[in-house]
């Protein structure tokens, strides 16, 4: 017993320092993560900006992530002859390590000023924007140096890839399709967050334009998520860009109403609009343009100098209430559809 225990000593101890120097850098990594960052967040919190605070945030957990790696690495390096990892364990931690930084790469993307010069309304959505793509590359990067690490050829993997490869590429076209028509309505500036906008696929205020589509909130009140390139393939009409906003009525005067009766019901209704309220005085239009089936049809058009809906429909509102006064002082009716039947007598 006691010379197997003696045989079996070294391998034991050294099982036994691997488990205490993982469980220390384990320790090191906690310490950190609950100990030391919320006391260095609380003296950065004193600086003046929070450039400190965030740079902490985000290097967090990829720090502490970093200790237990180390820690790993030298506990698992002391099980092996010389203190030396095989291969196939070094390409791991290897690879460990470029996803690490990656990591933490991408983390801190979200704190580089890009540019910082451009102060249009869409500026927030063409950084976001922007920053993925960066993430987006950082992460492509460390994938690639992974299995390199391995020993694959990265060209020779992609051209073996066969129908799968003509699937991603696909996938990844329709993807940058988006990507850059993205771009485009950001640089062009069609219309801005919180502009209310009609297009084939929908109609309502643009509440976010993302790395591959645009939201909008529709009349309904419900959300649809517009791919960009579907968006930028159609004629989109920005509502909110309106300088004045239009109406346009037909009244149906009664077929027995005389001349005179009309004219002045038309001169009072001109009078009326040009000296409205929020109406533009030069853009009315009061003229009597045909004859209906069972009405004498009477064009009335103006443009109001409010374009906000509710705002438009309190001024259309006002005018339909007038008009409606205006036609009973005059004591002239609305037309209603109606059919007149004559019936011939035998003999007659």
Not at 112 to 121: D, F, H, T
């Amino acid at each position: 017993m006691l010379d197997f225990i003696q045989k079996n000593a070294e391998p034991l101890i050294s099982f036994g320092i691997s488990v205490l120097i993982f469980f220390g850098f384990f320790l090191v990594s906690k310490l950190f993560q609950y100990k030391m960052v919320p006391v260095l967040r609380h003296l950065f919190s004193k600086l003046k900006g929070n450039f400190a605070t965030r740079l902490l945030e985000r290097i967090n957990l990829p720090l502490s992530t970093f200790w237990l790696l180390i820690g790993a690495q030298i506990a698992l390096s002391r099980l092996f002859p010389q203190n030396v990892l095989p291969v196939s364990l070094t390409h791991i931690f290897r690879s460990g390590y470029a996803l690490l930084v990656g990591w933490t790469a991408c983390n801190l993307v979200d704190l580089i000023p890009i540019l910082p010069q451009l102060n249009w309304n869409n500026s927030e959505a063409i950084k976001k924007i922007l920053r993925r793509i960066l993430k987006a590359l950082i992460l492509a990067f460390a994938v690639v140096i992974v299995i390199g690490e391995f020993g694959y050829d990265v060209n020779g993997l992609v051209a073996g890839l066969g129908l799968g490869g003509l699937t991603i590429s696909l996938a990844a076209k329709d993807s940058a399709a988006n990507m850059f028509s993205g771009l485009l309505l950001l640089i062009e500036r069609p219309f801005e967050l919180g502009d209310w906008i009609s297009c084939t696929a929908a109609e309502g205020t643009v509440e976010d334009i993302s790395f591959r589509s645009t939201k909008i909130r529709t009349f309904a009140n419900t959300v649809s998520v517009v791919p960009n390139s579907v968006l930028c393939a159609g004629t989109i009409t920005n509502v909110t860009r309106m300088e004045m906003r239009l109406s346009k009525s037909t009244i149906g005067i009664t077929y027995d109403t005389p001349r005179d009766k009309i004219e002045k019901v038309i001169a009072e209704l001109r009078e009326m609009l040009t000296t409205a309220p929020d109406i533009v005085s030069d853009t009315v239009q009061v003229r009597l343009t045909g004859f209906g089936a069972s009405s004498i049809d009477v064009l009335v058009q103006y443009y109001t100098s409010v374009t906000a809906y509710k705002d438009w429909l309190a001024v259309t509102e006002r005018v339909n209430f007038d008009i409606l006064s205006i036609m009973r002082s005059n004591q002239v009716e609305f037309a209603f559809p109606s059919r007149s039947i004559y019936i011939e007598k035998n003999g007659q």
